[in-house]
């Protein structure tokens, strides 16, 4: 029931400690940021964090089997270091705290750090355990418990006062017991006290004897009925069981229930003392001390003896049936009419095994009820935790960033204030709240925790500034990013993670340029880089190169990689890889430099060089973009069509069908427009999985729309939108929809008239996210267009109105048109101008065309000829298109990202999904 590991955090933990490799698996949560090819990623660590305050508060809350299984997990894949040793120091306290003294010295052998304060006392509490007192003596002799931590303090009275009582110095023992409960943080650690003490009592003294027993025997009968005797019942209870006579006629459960049955009603603290050794002996899953410590709940008055009682139940619980019978016992002595004295620890405990059992309502209640109705509580702390761990499992972030911030302020314990200060980072940066994220991030370097980088911090902490999205994002990342590096702990590959991200954002918002001389001055200023690191570096540089237009520098750094030293000490698949990428780097800059035949030679050798490899694919794509950019369209279209028919089953076969299709059709003529419709049909029977189909069906309807058949048009419209309702481009297709129905509108038809009208409308008033601003302006200049040649002037300007009034007045929203949606909008200002000027409205007309000039909107010298009284120009074209690319070369930002990913296969789920914000493709759909 317990056991709430989870596969997420199971699949984080490579990452997250390190380890060289990435794995096939994804983790829990989306991955938000594009990662370098090959190279260990930091990877946000929320999901950990989550992991490590439930064992953190498994332990604190008395379920140490729960607390070790987590510990055990995260140790089977942590390398060996500080943090492996900060989790080895957590597992011998749950084992300890188990009752698994074997297991807590095999966890303590397995040490390896220097003996801290923390290792000696856990040292010691193992070697009482064993009862190899002299040796503890020594070990606990070491420790000034003044340099321990609170919550260890306590744990080093508590072994004096064992090692005392094996002395028989009673009265030094009881000191030190003393001392070790007014030490204690909370009620729980207090409980946990009493519960070692009680077994170390079971598990103590030499082999018993027969006389032994009787002299016990005859004590017990001698003093029956006086707090002596009880005392003697209770040692004569424990002796039995130390005997090995436990359960069953004559044993010690036996004589205890016995003894329970004629003690008097004024002794309440007897029963709860006798009730819980039944339990301890017999233990919970024992229906003799399963009862026992049921009863002791119920009605005990020693509320020490009653939380313990509490934890042997909880952490017996482990099946569903066990589980299920404890939640209804649990239920009734929460609702039982007289309160219980341990009634917030009831809450916690059953918002425990709720959140077990993923019953994240009951476990939100019993916390908040926790938090709201004992507000001076030491649990208040667990009790955010909680709520935090469920809102995070509900993927509501931003719940649990607030509740794990009063997580943090609501306990005393610094490596738990850490722990939760960067869990409330992760909330943020998941909530998408990145603002408060980095500063989260920023705080929680103040104070790592144990087995958190801190370079993955600071890796997280520029991302976050990064993905703010404001106009000063990403110059604020770089100056957090430059900021940091002086601090040590940046390690080298957080370090070039952080700059692969700033070096691909940089490119996406047309800064390539900065972004190589970034990547140069790092590389220059960070030497004793690791050889794979050096490697990567060097490439990128060069591929940054190429983009800002410095072919003769790319093609130098791309010949590098042939020098003998170049890949020394670099892992084999990368060094099988970089050579075949660096020809390819090579024959795109002879490309770009004038020297196609040397530029083929090259991407010829590499095709007969390399295997049916991601570079040999890219090897004809890259020669077939030079032949559509200098005009030769066949070749193009014969390459693309190559690659299909001769790699059927590469994932380039569908991109190579639709780019061979969009060479046919630009080649113009009946012949190549069949021939492009027939390839993007192929597309889409051959690969109906592809995620080119809908766009290959889009192209379809509009090349049946060029050439004027727009009842086939139609069709292809309509079945996107019936079979592609929530595609993120589905809108683009509603778009072409009404500019069908627009041009076979002609009177006396009404109908698609209408339908034309009413989806503009739709269009340009729709509030859904995939509803950019340039499809809405387009949509709203369509709608007054229309109505404008109807002769519906006044309808028209309306029309107009909304739109010039949400996306040009509005200074926040014209932000957000692009270069399409600037055109439409001074598309709108022209035809507006002009019908206003048909119906001698002068000046209004001269304010739509002062507009085009004061906003920069294209057609500003049309509009000055106009203003100035000189005859009108002709309307300028829609802007054309970006050169027709392969999808995965459309931007060099995501050239970067696929880099290597075919040398490594099982990297290719976990690395194509690269940061949205730099690597989106411009979908087909959505071009003008």
Same mark, same amino acid.
């Given at each position: 029931?317990?056991?709430?590991?989870r596969?997420a955090?199971?699949?984080?933990?490579?990452?997250?400690w390190?380890?060289?490799?990435a794995r096939?698996?994804?983790?829990?949560?989306?991955?938000t940021n594009n990662?370098?090819?090959?190279?260990?990623r930091?990877?946000?660590?929320g999901?950990?964090?989550?992991?490590?305050a439930?064992?953190r508060?498994?332990?604190?809350?008395?379920?140490?089997?729960?607390a070790?299984?987590?510990?055990e997990?995260?140790?089977?894949?942590?390398?060996a270091?500080?943090?492996?040793d900060?989790?080895?120091?957590?597992?011998?306290?749950a084992?300890?705290d188990?009752g698994r003294?074997d297991l $807590?010295?095999?966890a303590?052998?397995?040490?390896?750090?220097?003996?801290?304060?923390?290792?000696r006392?856990?040292?010691?509490?193992?070697?009482?355990r064993? %009862?190899?007192?002299?040796?503890a003596?020594?070990v606990?002799?070491? !420790?000034?418990?003044?340099e321990l931590?609170?919550?260890?303090?306590?744990?080093?009275?508590?072994?004096?006062g064992?090692?005392?009582?094996?002395?028989?110095?009673?009265?030094?023992?009881t000191?030190?017991?003393?001392q $070790?409960?007014?030490?204690?943080?909370?009620?729980?650690?207090?409980?946990?006290?009493?519960?070692?003490?009680?077994?170390?009592?079971?598990?103590?003294?030499?082999?018993v004897?027969?006389?032994?027993l009787?002299?016990?025997k005859?004590?017990?009968?001698?003093?029956?009925?006086?707090?002596v005797?009880y /005392?003697?019942?209770?040692q004569?209870a424990?002796?039995?069981?130390?005997?090995?006579?436990?359960?069953?006629?004559g044993?010690?459960?036996?004589?205890?229930?016995?003894?329970l049955?004629?003690?008097p009603?004024?002794?309440?603290a007897?029963?709860?003392?006798y009730?819980?050794l039944?339990?301890?002996? #017999?233990?919970a899953?024992?229906?003799?001390g399963?009862?026992?410590?049921?009863?002791?709940?119920?009605?005990?008055?020693? %509320?020490?003896?009653q939380?313990?009682?509490?934890?042997?139940?909880a952490?017996?619980?482990?099946?569903?049936?066990a589980s299920?019978a404890?939640?209804?016992?649990?239920?009734?002595? !929460?609702?039982?009419?007289?309160?219980s004295? @341990?009634l917030?620890?009831?809450?916690?405990?059953r918002?425990?095994?709720a959140?077990a059992?993923?019953?994240?309502?009951?476990?939100?209640? /019993?916390?908040k009820?926790?938090?709201?109705?004992f507000p001076q509580?030491?649990l208040r702390?667990?009790?955010f935790?909680?709520?935090?761990?469920?809102?995070?499992?509900?993927?509501?972030?931003?719940?649990?960033?607030?509740?794990?911030?009063?997580?943090r302020d609501?306990t005393?314990?610094p490596?738990?204030?850490?722990l939760?200060?960067?869990?409330?980072?992760?909330?943020?940066?998941?909530?998408?709240?990145y603002?408060?994220?980095?500063?989260a991030?920023?705080?929680?370097?103040?104070?790592?925790?144990?087995?958190?980088s #801190?370079g993955?911090?600071?890796?997280?902490?520029v991302?976050s500034?990064?993905?703010?999205?404001?106009?000063?994002?990403?110059?604020?990342?770089?100056t957090v990013?430059?900021?940091?590096a002086?601090?040590?702990?940046?390690?080298?590959?957080?370090?070039?993670q952080?700059?692969?991200?700033?070096?691909?954002? =940089?490119?996406?918002a047309?800064?390539?340029?900065d #972004?190589?001389?970034?990547?140069t001055?790092?590389?220059?200023?960070t030497?004793?880089v690791?050889p &794979?690191?050096?490697?990567?570096m060097?490439?990128?540089?060069?591929?940054?190169?190429?983009d800002?237009?410095a072919?003769?520098?790319?093609l130098?750094l791309?010949?590098?990689? $042939?020098?003998p030293?170049?890949?020394?000490g670099?892992?084999?698949?990368?060094?099988?890889?970089?050579?075949?990428?660096?020809?390819?780097?090579?024959?795109?800059?002879?490309?770009?430099?004038?020297?196609?035949?040397?530029?083929?030679?090259?991407?010829?050798?590499?095709?007969t060089?390399?295997q049916?490899s /991601?570079?040999k694919?890219r090897?004809f @794509?890259?020669?077939?973009?030079?032949?559509a950019r200098?005009g030769?369209?066949?070749?193009?279209?014969?390459?693309m069509?190559?690659?299909a028919?001769?790699?059927r089953?590469?994932s380039?076969?569908?991109e190579a069908?639709?780019?061979?299709?969009?060479h046919?059709?630009?080649?113009?003529?009946?012949?190549?427009i069949?021939?492009?419709?027939?390839?993007?049909?192929?597309?889409?029977?051959?690969?109906? #999985?592809?995620?080119?189909?809908?766009?290959?069906?889009?192209?379809q309807?509009d090349?049946?729309?060029?050439?004027?058949?727009?009842?086939?048009?139609?069709?292809a419209?309509?079945?996107? !939108? &019936?079979?592609?309702?929530?595609?993120?481009d589905?809108?683009?297709?509603h *778009?072409?929809?009404?500019n069908?129905?627009?041009a076979?509108s002609?009177?006396?038809?009404?109908?698609?008239?209408?339908?034309?009208?009413?989806?503009?409308?739709?269009?340009?008033?729709?509030?859904?996210t995939?509803?950019?601003?340039?499809l809405?302006?387009?949509?709203?200049f369509?709608?007054?267009? =229309?109505?404008?040649? %109807?002769?519906?002037?006044?309808?028209?300007?309306?029309?107009?109105w909304?739109?010039e009034?949400?996306?040009?007045?509005?200074e926040e929203r014209a932000?957000?048109?692009g270069?399409k949606?600037?055109?439409?909008m001074a598309?709108?200002?022209l035809?507006?101008?002009?019908? *206003?000027?048909?119906?001698?409205?002068?000046?209004?007309?001269?304010t739509?065309?002062?507009?085009?000039i004061?906003?920069g909107l294209?057609?500003?010298?049309l509009?000055?000829q106009?203003l100035?009284g000189?005859?009108?120009a002709p309307?300028?074209?829609?802007p054309?298109?970006?050169?027709?690319?392969?999808?995965?070369?459309?931007?060099?930002?995501?050239?970067l990202?696929?880099?290597?990913?075919a040398?490594?296969?099982?990297l290719?789920?976990?690395?194509?999904?690269?940061?949205?914000?730099?690597t989106?493709v411009?979908?087909?759909?959505?071009d003008p």
């Amino acid at each position: 029931m317990m056991n709430r590991l989870r596969v997420a955090f199971l699949l984080l933990l490579p990452l997250v400690w390190g380890v060289v490799g990435a794995r096939a698996d994804e983790p829990f949560f989306t991955q938000t940021n594009n990662p370098v090819p090959l190279a260990p990623r930091p990877v946000t660590v929320g999901p950990l964090l989550v992991e490590e305050a439930g064992a953190r508060r498994a332990l604190a809350m008395g379920f140490p089997s729960v607390a070790a299984t987590l510990y055990e997990e995260l140790l089977a894949h942590a390398p060996a270091g500080p943090a492996t040793d900060e989790l080895l120091l957590s597992l011998v306290e749950a084992r300890l705290d188990e009752g698994r003294t074997d297991l $807590a010295q095999a966890a303590l052998a397995k040490f390896r750090g220097a003996p801290s304060s923390s290792y000696r006392l856990l040292s010691g509490l193992v070697a009482v355990r064993q %009862r190899r007192m002299s040796e503890a003596t020594t070990v606990l002799g070491t !420790i000034n418990p003044a340099e321990l931590a609170p919550d260890e303090r306590g744990w080093w009275h508590y072994a004096q006062g064992l090692i005392a009582e094996a002395d028989k110095d009673y009265e030094k023992a009881t000191s030190a017991f003393q001392q $070790a409960q007014e030490s204690a943080i909370s009620d729980l650690q207090r409980a946990r006290f009493l519960l070692a003490r009680e077994r170390s009592r079971l598990e103590s003294g030499a082999p018993v004897t027969d006389d032994q027993l009787d002299q016990l025997k005859a004590s017990v009968e001698k003093y029956q009925g006086r707090a002596v005797g009880y /005392d003697y019942a209770r040692q004569y209870a424990m002796t039995l069981a130390q005997a090995g006579r436990k359960t069953g006629a004559g044993s010690a459960v036996d004589f205890l229930q016995k003894q329970l049955a004629a003690l008097p009603l004024s002794e309440p603290a007897v029963r709860d003392d006798y009730r819980l050794l039944i339990g301890l002996i #017999a233990g919970a899953s024992n229906k003799a001390g399963r009862d026992a410590l049921d009863a002791l709940v119920a009605d005990g008055v020693d %509320r020490d003896k009653q939380r313990v009682a509490l934890q042997l139940l909880a952490v017996t619980a482990g099946d569903d049936t066990a589980s299920s019978a404890f939640r209804t016992r649990l239920n009734g002595w !929460i609702d039982a009419p007289r309160p219980s004295p @341990i009634l917030e620890n009831l809450l916690l405990v059953r918002a425990e095994t709720a959140l077990a059992v993923q019953d994240y309502s009951q476990a939100e209640a /019993d916390a908040k009820a926790v938090v709201e109705r004992f507000p001076q509580s030491p649990l208040r702390a667990a009790a955010f935790a909680q709520l935090a761990d469920a809102s995070w499992q509900q993927r509501r972030f931003r719940a649990a960033a607030s509740y794990a911030a009063q997580a943090r302020d609501a306990t005393r314990d610094p490596a738990a204030r850490a722990l939760f200060g960067v869990l409330v980072a992760e909330s943020y940066y998941r909530a998408g709240d990145y603002r408060s994220a980095a500063g989260a991030y920023a705080a929680a370097l103040a104070r790592v925790p144990a087995g958190v980088s #801190a370079g993955g911090l600071m890796f997280q902490q520029v991302m976050s500034e990064l993905k703010s999205g404001d106009a000063d994002a990403l110059t604020r990342a770089q100056t957090v990013a430059d900021r940091l590096a002086a601090d040590r702990r940046f390690d080298a590959v957080s370090r070039w993670q952080t700059e692969w991200n700033l070096a691909l954002a =940089m490119q996406s918002a047309g800064r390539t340029a900065d #972004a190589l001389a970034r990547v140069t001055r790092l590389r220059a200023e960070t030497p004793g880089v690791p050889p &794979n690191l050096r490697a990567r570096m060097a490439w990128l540089e060069a591929r940054l190169a190429l983009d800002s237009g410095a072919p003769e520098r790319a093609l130098a750094l791309a010949k590098s990689f $042939a020098e003998p030293r170049a890949l020394e000490g670099v892992e084999s698949v990368l060094r099988r890889e970089l050579p075949a990428r660096s020809l390819l780097l090579q024959a795109e800059a002879n490309f770009a430099l004038g020297n196609p035949a040397e530029a083929v030679a090259q991407l010829r050798k590499l095709r007969t060089d390399a295997q049916d490899s /991601d570079t040999k694919m890219r090897s004809f @794509i890259v020669e077939a973009d030079y032949y559509a950019r200098t005009g030769n369209l066949a070749e193009a279209q014969r390459l693309m069509t190559s690659l299909a028919d001769d790699y059927r089953t590469s994932s380039y076969a569908p991109e190579a069908l639709y780019q061979a299709a969009l060479h046919a059709a630009r080649r113009g003529g009946e012949e190549h427009i069949r021939e492009a419709y027939r390839l993007l049909e192929r597309l889409a029977k051959d690969y109906p #999985a592809s995620d080119l189909v809908f766009y290959a069906r889009m192209k379809q309807g509009d090349l049946a729309r060029e050439y004027n058949n727009f009842s086939d048009a139609q069709l292809a419209y309509e079945y996107l !939108i &019936n079979n592609y309702s929530q595609h993120a481009d589905v809108l683009a297709a509603h *778009l072409a929809l009404a500019n069908c129905h627009r041009a076979r509108s002609a009177p006396p038809d009404v109908s698609h008239y209408e339908s034309a009208l009413t989806i503009y409308e739709r269009l340009r008033d729709l509030a859904d996210t995939r509803a950019g601003a340039d499809l809405r302006v387009e949509a709203g200049f369509q709608l007054g267009d =229309m109505l404008a040649d %109807r002769g519906d002037t006044d309808r028209a300007l309306r029309a107009w109105w909304v739109v010039e009034d949400a996306f040009l007045l509005n200074e926040e929203r014209a932000a957000e048109l692009g270069p399409k949606g600037r055109y439409w909008m001074a598309r709108l200002l022209l035809r507006k101008a002009e019908l *206003l000027e048909s119906a001698a409205r002068h000046e209004e007309a001269r304010t739509a065309w002062q507009l085009i000039i004061t906003k920069g909107l294209p057609g500003a010298t049309l509009a000055r000829q106009r203003l100035a009284g000189r005859p009108a120009a002709p309307v300028p074209p829609p802007p054309p298109p970006p050169p027709r690319q392969h999808l995965r070369l459309r931007s060099a930002a995501n050239q970067l990202a696929t880099f290597l990913l075919a040398t490594h296969s099982s990297l290719l789920a976990t690395l194509f999904s690269p940061w949205k914000a730099s690597t989106s493709v411009s979908s087909p759909a959505a071009d003008p």
